[in-house]
């Protein structure tokens, strides 16, 4: 695993850090920026955005697709988990990377798992991310 930490906040002595884990043949797909999640020089809100509606708004019909709105859509928890994948995964390289694997064996191994650690070694895992996840949302 390829292992990145990088500054988020520092206020008052305490400081928190973006802790991202990356299988090495993820590493291919990831942003050139993608440290900058969650700090104040992310500049790809409107980029995700935009991404989000493409991938679902404009994909879906809301009154056809009822389940699909109801389970992914309008569901925020997986509306965030999709802004922090487009928000970090290159989609450019990443459409190299699934002309250059048609098929993929083991799905489950190739993880990206991000965490928030702070100065005094607390980590919080966010999101463990598979290859299967990142397809999805694209």
């Known amino acids: 695993m390829i292992k990145t930490t990088n500054e988020i906040s520092k206020e008052d002595g305490y400081s928190r850090y ?3 884990e990356i299988h090495p ?3 291919a797909i990831i942003h050139k920026d993608y440290q900058k999640y969650g700090t104040e020089e992310f500049d790809r809100a409107e980029y995700c ?3 989000y509606k493409q991938n679902f708004y404009d994909k879906y ?5 009822k389940e699909v709105y109801d389970r992914y859509i309008n569901n925020e928890k997986f509306k965030e988990k999709a802004m922090f994948i487009y928000s970090i995964i290159d989609f450019e390289k990443y459409k190299e990377f699934v002309a250059l694997n048609e098929e993929i064996a083991n799905p489950s191994e190739l993880i990206i798992s991000y965490s928030i650690l ?3 070694g607390v980590k919080v895992n966010i999101y463990n991310i598979s290859i299967t996840d990142i397809s999805f949302v694209f």
């Open 49 to 51: 955005e935009n991404m």
């Open 118 to 120: 702070d100065n005094a």
């Open 25 to 27: 043949d993820l590493e």
């Open 18 to 20: 973006n802790f991202f």
């Open 61 to 65: 019909d809301e009154t056809a697709y």
